[in-house]
């Protein structure tokens, strides 16, 4: 039983920045992953970004490499987003996922835990 928040989107200009932050509660365990997914009107839910919590190791898709950083803060059971260099084609409801194992898979199915997600709005 884990519940997630997202918190911290927003409106910004092109080249901004925001962080977006996931706070869960509820039982926990060592060996979940954690990603954050987006959605744009129309489109399928894309995976962005997943980090394994044991590990560290991140994964990213290559339109985010470079621009955005997930990280963890295992004390207050949070994952962050940082998103820099925004452009208005990263504008989408951001969620995040959790999901038992080490790896992060970029399919939707994978993931057991969502949360409601945030509104990512980036003007030109």
């Known amino acids: 039983q884990v519940q997630l928040v997202e918190s911290g989107g927003g409106l910004v200009q092109a080249g901004g920045s925001l962080r977006l932050s996931c706070a869960a509660s509820?039982?926990?365990?060592?060996?979940?992953?954690m990603a954050w997914f987006r959605q744009a009107p129309g489109k399928e839910r894309e995976f962005v970004t997943g980090?394994?919590?044991?590990?560290?190791?991140?994964n990213y898709i290559d339109s985010v490499k470079g621009r955005f950083t997930i990280s963890t803060d295992n004390a207050k059971n949070t994952v962050y987003l940082q998103m820099n260099s925004l452009k208005p084609e990263d504008t989408a409801v951001y969620y995040c996922?959790?999901?038992?194992?080490?790896?992060?898979?970029?399919?939707?199915?994978?993931?057991?835990?969502w949360g409601q997600g945030t509104q990512v709005t980036v003007s030109s």
């Open positions: 980090i394994t919590r044991t590990t560290g190791i991140t």
């Open positions: 509820g039982r926990t365990f060592s060996d979940y992953a």
């Open positions: 996922a959790a999901r038992h194992g080490w790896g992060t898979p970029r399919g939707t199915p994978e993931y057991d835990i």
